[in-house]
DNA sequence: GTCTATACTTCGATAGAC
DNA sequence: GTCTATCGAAGTATAGAC
């Protein structure tokens, strides 16, 4: 056995800065130009000290990924512990910054094992906890699971929303004022009120 | 005017070399992966070559992408040129390496506008080529264009198909399966047969 | 058009003092 | 826990001989 050099506690403040760092840099620069150099720079730290916190670059990015994947998971289970609705569902995946996210750590997944484990784990978390909702939500508004399987409703849903951000993200554009539209008049046909008339007391 | 470096001719068999082993790493390790070095050592050449043939690394880029781009466009044309349905649509976005090839290029147009413009560039050309043949799908399969516009048809079908591959390239499978034949027997019903009944030699 | 040689930068990571 | 110092490897790019 090696000797093998220290690593900081994983509560440490400090950490969190540099994870902080990384995070902000991923978002803006894109996970190529993410070196310990710039992260500790970012951080207003020395650079030594991201080798300190993390055994290697994978194991800082997969601590960012990580904590940003347990928040959204949060949030997530939270809106749909309460009202569950097309257009709440709809909604959810509007968050741009998502979008950036998953470009990057989706190419990553590629060549990063543990980066590829720990998108893979999420992803599916994030299905299961979307897919109760999506079949809520469509018996609630009376459309069998025999014409619409839930899971095919979430992957078209899924696959729409993605397509829309990543292309604005790219300056493209055509089409979609007319698809969300199309998108939201389907909606509100389905569900003529966003309350449920004599519903869950919840806020 | 500094005297600028020597640039090769843009038909010359080692640049094509050069590009032909850029793309082959992209794919294979992914764009942050491949530097000058490794692009000469994978083509049998010496690194410097790649500087002789190229301003930038950024230049290379642009052309992998290009070259690639339009080899694709061809054959998508000349696919929509022939018959023209929904199966050959949803059929057109399968291939594996198209994906891979798009998550590379995304992530590295957010950083480098030339890489953007091309990637926008293409999209647009790529969406108005398939746009004609779903519509022209959609009329023959009989669904009205107000109930579901030729675009929103598309990007459901771009969605959905990115989603799936996408998913299947980090080992994500969850209601794939379902989903993949809930969109075949879709098709089969809007589409009996695969032939045009007494239709259009061109095979 | 291809070669050798090289300048200059930046990287991840480690050792050891404090 | 943070510092200084440093290693060795790899990157882009250029100059100039052949």
Do not use: C
Not at 39 to 60: E, I, N, T
Not at 116 to 128: F, H, L, N
Not at 145 to 165: E, I, N
Request: glycine content about 8%.
């Amino acid at each position: 056995m090696a000797p093998a050099r220290r690593i900081g506690a994983s509560d440490s403040k400090t950490r969190a800065r540099l994870v902080d760092a990384a995070e902000q840099l991923v978002l803006e620069e894109g996970h190529a130009s993410v070196t310990s150099r710039r992260v500790g720079s970012r951080a207003g730290l020395k650079h030594q000290l991201v080798h300190y916190y993390f055994q290697s670059m994978d194991d800082l990015f997969v601590e960012v990924f990580r904590r940003r994947a347990e928040e959204n998971l949060a949030r997530v289970e939270r809106i749909l512990a309460g009202e569950v609705n097309l257009r709440t569902l709809w909604e959810l995946n509007a968050d741009p910054g998502g979008t950036i996210f998953s470009i990057e750590f989706v190419a990553m997944a590629r060549h990063h094992k543990g980066i590829r484990a720990e998108v893979a784990r999420y992803a599916e978390r994030y299905r299961a906890a979307q897919l109760r909702a999506m079949a809520s939500a469509l018996e609630t508004s009376g459309v069998p699971a025999r014409q619409l399987p839930p899971v095919v409703a979430l992957l078209l849903m899924t696959g729409l929303s993605q397509v829309l951000s990543l292309e604005e993200a790219l300056g493209i554009k055509a089409g979609h004022t007319e698809t969300r539209s199309f998108v939201t008049t389907l909606i509100d046909g389905l569900e003529p009120d966003n309350r449920v008339p004599g519903g869950g007391g919840r806020q």
